[in-house]
């Protein structure tokens, strides 16, 4: 039961916290803000459930439960290749759907370069990777400073 927790809260809060993100980027961004109004609300839920749902499954192949002690290092850099690995594929996906769609609906994948925009946003993503890691380690750390864990 603890790991399904883990795994919905992990999954779920890096999911929000990451298109809060994006959210408030977008009124500094016209691009992005661009994006976001164009999409129709099917679209944009379809999108969410797809990244919810491989967030979810990348949650699942970690734990933050039984890290040992001097294991932070290992622990941030899995999250740094889950979150790369996530967004390479929800990425890649995306371009697909566009490509194939005969009216593009995010934007159009052929005014843009494939190979930099899936390099930048795998870089990103890892980038979160390891804040994501970085903060659920620290918040795992102080919770069990304050609540002893009962097995």
């Given at each position: ?14 999911l929000l ?8 980027v ?12 164009g ?12 990244l ?10 970690g734990?933050?439960l039984d ?10 850099t899995?999250?740094?290749?889950v979150g ?8 890649t996906?995306l371009?697909i759907?566009?490509f194939?769609?005969p009216?593009?609906?995010l934007?159009d994948p052929?005014?843009i ?5 899936v ?9 979160a990777?390891i804040g994501?890691?970085?903060l659920?380690?620290c918040?795992?750390?102080l ?5 002893p864990?009962?097995?």
């Open positions: 039961m603890d790991k399904l927790l883990e795994v919905l809260t992990v999954a779920t809060s890096s916290i990451a298109v809060l993100a994006v959210v408030l977008a009124p500094f961004n016209p691009e992005i803000a661009i994006a976001i109004s999409l129709e609300t099917s679209i944009a839920l379809i999108c969410y459930g797809y919810w749902l491989l967030t979810l499954v990348a949650a699942s192949q734990t933050l890290v040992p002690n001097g294991q932070y290092r290992q622990l941030v899995d999250s740094a290749v790369a690995g996530v967004t390479i594929v929800f990425v996906v371009l759907v566009e194939v769609v009216d593009p609906i934007f052929a005014s370069s494939v190979l930099w925009l390099t930048v946003s795998t870089i990103a993503g890892g980038i990777g994501f890691g970085t659920y380690l918040c795992d750390r919770a069990a400073s304050l609540v864990r009962v097995d």
